[in-house]
């Protein structure tokens, strides 16, 4: 099972407004178990985040790094990591 630290949770909450309507956690428990159920993802590198799209089907090809960071279901936790969370 993935560990989120406080950055992830942090991150998480602040900007979850990206990919949903509203808020789906309000709190770092809330967004660990929002996270936890719906299996979501830190990685190191852009390079993880296309190797991660491409084992889960979803088409990058011809995207650029930007285009992989701006997909909605991608947050920049800000130390070098990501956060893919699929809604």
């Known amino acids: ?9 942090n991150c998480f909450l602040k900007n979850q407004l990206q990919l949903f309507p509203r808020e789906v956690a309000s709190s770092p428990e809330e ?26 089907g979803i088409d990058t090809e011809g995207a650029d790094a930007e285009e992989i960071l701006e997909a909605s279901e991608v947050f920049t936790i800000g ?9």
């Open 79 to 87: 130390d070098g990591r990501y956060l893919i969370v699929e809604a």
């Open 31 to 56: 967004a660990e178990d929002f996270l936890e159920e719906c299996m979501a993802v830190v990685v190191d590198s852009v390079e993880e985040i296309m190797e991660y799209f491409e084992e889960e």
């Open 1 to 9: 099972m993935q560990e989120y630290d406080e950055a992830v949770l």
